[in-house]
Every structure is written in structure tokens, then in C-alpha cells.
């Protein structure tokens, strides 16, 4: 996480180097409730990337992950209405 976090240059933009930390990240964590933080913050950048490059497939995936945390989420709230 803290790999991604300093990598994000521009938080209204969709970045490529803090999409890939946050996906190795997400992969060993998921399903660990432990990693439950971990896996919210990083689902929810994976999410606003697929938005943001328009592919709504992979936002819909992450959009499940975070809403499944987190159902109260401002993002997801947002999204919620485009998706």
C-alpha cells in the first residue's frame, strides 16, 4: 500500500505505477479479513483506474469488492449511478 500511495502523482488521474502495486497488493490479501483495510483501499484506486480508462467491467469487479466492505463508500456511491 505505502508503494502505491507514493507513487500517485496527480489523484485525479489514473496512474499506472500505483494500479500496480495496488494489484499485488489485492491478490494475496483478498479473502483474509485481516487485510480487509488493505483490501478496500486498494480495490477502491483499482476501481476509480477502471473508470477512469472506461472499462467498466473490471470497475464493476472492484465496485463489488468495496461496496462488500465498505457499502457506505462516497466513490462507489458515485459510480453506483453510471455502472
Known amino acids: 500500500i505505502t508503494r ?3 507513487q500517485i ?3 485525479s488521474l489514473a ?3 500505483p494500479k500496480t502495486y495496488y494489484e499485488q497488493t489485492l491478490q494475496p490479501a ?3 479479513e485481516d ?3 488493505q483490501v478496500y483501499e486498494a480495490a ?4 476509480f483506474y477502471a473508470f477512469k480508462k472506461d472499462d467498466m467491467g473490471a470497475c464493476k469487479k ?3 469488492i468495496v ?3 465498505r457499502p457506505d463508500d462516497p466513490l462507489a456511491a458515485q459510480l453506483k449511478k453510471v455502472l
Do not use: C, K, P
Open 30 to 32: 483478498q479473502g483474509n
Open 15 to 17: 496512474e499506472d505505477m
Open 44 to 47: 477502491r484506486y483499482l476501481m
Open 4 to 6: 502505491a500511495l507514493v
Open 9 to 11: 502523482r496527480n489523484s
Open 67 to 69: 461496496t462488500a466492505i
Open 35 to 37: 487485510y480487509n483495510d
Open 62 to 64: 472492484y465496485f463489488n
